[in-house]
């Protein structure tokens, strides 16, 4: 019985309950397509065999032939191979002509062996009747990224690639992949180069001349015929100042300056390299990764910034993309100019300084946005201290002897390895990111060390300078980022500390000994070391006598940074009031700068045996005070009310009381002083223009519409005359005070403190300027007429008090 005949219908219980001759046929049926289906396999492997033979040799016969063409045979024989020939090193890459390679079959990881021979299952041309029959068509692709042996034409491209990032001419395997991007970017030097060797060709210049030419020229000849459409269209795109999104890459080169803006700021950055990509929403981007120079707070060095050039249908102008290559910018000379004079006041403020700002401040949030503000007051520039007291916002950077290279350039992480603006742009590729944006071994560099070596920088480093600076804004006690160019140098003050009314000795004393201490920091110390070192002040007395006051002229008159410190600074947790404490304490000593707790008793009331909640407040100020290296000034009116245990603590204890009548007639002196030199500078300002209701009435009738032409002349006098009426009105405003010597003497014998005298003089300037006159004595004594029940009533409860107590 054949194999046939052992068959059986796939339903085996079906086929039991036919009957005979049912059987017989479903069997004759199954058998006679078998036999159909074993025919059409043979007659298929006698067409496949058919077409092997007809187009390649057989596989014994390929290999031989590649056995042969690996060996060479020695001169005596030429029937099997006995030697092969070594070859000798100054032919390397001498041979003038194309060695083509063909990719072999594929390992494991993906990787192909080259060989010298079209592989065997290329089989006939693809693209025919013939190959729609088959299921797998395989094609010849063509790569470029072969090693170059050629030691004359690694000479050639040392000179012409030189300062390219990524390559090194030098190597024994020199490789180029993709699309030969540095050769196309530095086509124009390469067609000089060759122009060059064709002149000393044609002067007999040099031996290897001829050489030399027919091995660029060969390399020259494969990429103008494997690029010629790119070469030329990029060299007439760029000949048009326009681009394509799809010939970008040709546009900006590794290495060269390109010119962006960036916040507002106009911005020159070292193009490190460039790539087709996408932005976080998935569109397409041309993503270019920039160099610039910024601080770290001991030294300098570069980070990385990521710009995108979005992509775009048709032809662009260059001057129009966000980022452009330097050499298009149509001001190109006068922009570097301004930015290298920008770098210069940043390498200036290098360290800490102190000054004024008047602009935008930003920082980065925990969640990656920017936060902005708007800042009007005295700051303090410190990137050491940001690094310090901002650790997580740290700025990193590779000192700028590491060579500039792939896997040198931005290390270090930090805040600005995801761009100088909060990482906005998500490619972040390219660079050694693993620190984690970790300094050196986990700690900060010692700054003065670092001074000493820190370098001078070259005007093409200042021109890529980062525009920022990072400090503290004191008046909104936030560490930010600050534009240089907004800061400014601080107007101090040269009258605040002789304002002060206070006896001779008195501000002689607080004078003398605050500046004696600031000059250098003590090194007394207690038997612990960095105890003690520290010295508080302790100004009590009631309200409006200059406690305050005091503080702020003494900083002035030493032209230090004033801290002012306030119960909402701390808060009331004591899990959090010891760090922000010990921060605060920290950046004044940093700063050499003097610290005011106003209303102190808040903090250092006398402890109790049912409130723990502060007592734990005041343990803490107690423990921590004793560690202060600077100078505090702390202000109360309940100095009654404060813990025994500040008493040793406080060094000097100075007693403010009432105002006499000598001391409110300095103060209104002072005041009135103060308030002629504001008239004067008021009167030499340009008059600001009249609200827009004034204008809108001068532009119409009186009736909502405008003036018909027959009026024009009319108005035209009324705006004369309204115009010299404001004006007039401007200078009565502007009057010097009109209070004489017996004036004065009367409102000195008024019972008031200092900051009542400042309130009702304000109040009165505001009067007399709604008047149209100078202020005299009237205005003043109208507003206090209108303000007694105030005067009144802290009299009556002052009585009260005494009353009560006595």
């Known amino acids: ?311 775009f249908d048709g032809t662009r102008p260059i001057i129009n993309l966000p980022t452009l290559p330097l050499d298009f910018h149509g001001s190109k000379d006068e922009i570097k100019a301004k930015l290298t004079e920008r770098g210069s006041k940043v390498e200036k403020f290098a360290g800490s300084h102190y000054r004024a700002y008047n602009g935008v401040g930003w920082r980065t949030n925990n969640m990656g946005q920017k936060e902005k503000y708007s800042v009007k007051g005295r700051i303090v520039i410190d990137t050491f201290g940001w690094n310090r007291f901002n650790p997580n916002f740290s700025i990193f950077v590779t000192p700028l002897h590491v060579k500039d290279n792939q896997t040198a350039a931005g290390l270090g992480g930090g805040a600005a390895a995801t761009g100088e603006y909060g990482g906005e742009d998500e490619y972040d590729e390219g660079y050694d990111d693993d620190d984690g944006g970790m300094p050196l071994d986990g700690f900060f560099a010692d700054e003065e060390d670092e001074e000493s070596k820190r370098v001078t920088l070259a005007d093409e480093q200042k021109m890529i300078c980062t525009p920022l600076v990072r400090g503290y804004a004191l008046k909104e006690k936030l560490w930010l980022n600050f534009f240089v160019n907004a800061v400014q140098e601080i107007d101090f003050s040269n009258r605040a500390f002789d304002s002060l009314v206070l006896p001779k000795n008195q501000k002689e004393l607080i004078l003398g000994f605050t500046a004696t201490q600031q000059s250098y920091i003590s090194k007394f110390d207690d038997v612990i070391e960095g105890k003690g070192r520290g010295i508080i002040l302790l100004l009590c007395g009631p309200p409006g006598v200059g406690k305050t006051l005091t503080a702020e002229s003494v900083a002035e008159e030493m032209k230090v940074p004033l801290y002012m410190m306030s119960a909402g600074d701390l808060g009331l947790d004591p899990r959090h009031v010891e760090s922000k404490l010990q921060g605060i304490l920290d950046m004044c000593t940093r700063w050499n700068a003097i610290l005011l707790l106003d209303e102190a008793d808040v903090f250092l009331e006398e402890r109790s045996l049912h409130e723990l909640e502060r007592n734990k407040l005041v343990s803490i100020f107690l423990r921590v005070l004793e560690y202060y290296e600077g100078i505090m000034f702390l202000t109360t009116n309940r100095v009654q009310t404060f813990d025994a245990a500040f008493q040793s603590r406080i060094h000097i204890s100075l007693e403010y009381h009432e105002l006499d009548i000598k001391s409110r007639k300095t103060v209104w002196e002072n005041f009135l002083k103060q308030h002629n030199i504001a008239q004067a500078a008021a009167r030499e300002r340009p008059l600001k223009s009249p609200a827009s209701a004034a204008k809108a009435s001068s532009t119409s009738n009186g009736t909502g519409q405008n003036p018909t032409s027959s009026s024009t002349a009319t108005n035209g006098d009324d705006d004369a005359a309204a115009e010299k009426a404001i004006k007039e009105l401007h200078h009565n405003r502007t009057h010097p005070h009109k209070i004489n010597a017996r004036e004065l003497d009367k409102l000195c014998q008024m019972s008031m403190n200092g900051r009542q005298i400042k309130n009702i003089l304000k109040t009165a300037q505001l009067l007399a300027s709604k008047r149209g006159d100078g202020l005299s004595y009237e205005h003043i004594q109208t507003v206090m007429e209108v303000t007694q029940h105030l005067h009144n009533t802290t009299q009556e409860s002052e009585r009260a008090k005494a009353s009560f107590f006595h």
């Open 1 to 311: 019985m054949s194999h046939l005949d052992a068959l059986v219908p796939p339903d085996i219980i079906l086929f039991d309950e036919l009957g005979e001759e049912e059987r017989q046929e479903i069997l004759r049926h199954h058998q006679e397509q078998i036999r159909r289906i074993i025919q059409q396999n043979k007659r298929r492997r006698e067409m496949a065999r058919q077409n092997q033979d007809d187009s390649s040799e057989s596989e014994t016969d390929q290999l031989a032939k590649k056995f042969n063409d690996a060996a060479k045979l020695t001169p005596g024989s030429t029937d099997t191979p006995q030697e092969l020939v070594k070859l000798d090193p100054a032919e390397i890459g001498m041979s003038v002509g194309y060695k083509h390679l063909y990719s072999g079959k594929e390992d494991k990881r993906g990787r192909f062996q080259w060989q010298t021979t079209i592989p065997e299952d290329l089989g006939k041309p693809a693209e025919d009747a013939e190959s729609e029959k088959f299921a797998i068509i395989v094609r010849n692709v063509k790569v470029y990224n072969d090693p170059k042996k050629s030691p004359l034409l690694k000479e050639l491209l040392k000179e012409v690639l030189a300062g390219y990032p990524g390559v090194t001419v030098g190597l024994k395997r020199l490789e180029f992949s993709g699309r030969f991007e540095p050769l196309i970017h530095r086509w124009t030097e390469f067609n000089a180069a060759i122009t060059k060797l064709k002149q000393a060709d044609s002067a007999n210049a040099d031996d290897k001349a001829p050489d030399r030419l027919k091995h660029a020229e060969l390399l020259h000849d494969l990429l103008a015929k494997e690029f010629k459409d790119t070469i030329d269209a990029s060299t007439d795109l760029k000949g048009q100042g326009v681009m394509t999104y799809e010939h970008l890459w040709t546009l900006f080169q590794p290495g060269s300056f390109v010119f962006s803006k960036q916040q507002g700021q106009d911005r020159i950055f070292r193009l490190h390299s460039s790539k087709y990509g996408q932005d976080r929403n998935g569109n397409p981007v041309y993503w270019l990764t920039c160099q610039y120079v910024d601080y770290d707070g001991t030294r300098w060095g570069t980070n990385k910034l990521n710009v995108c050039v979005p992509a």
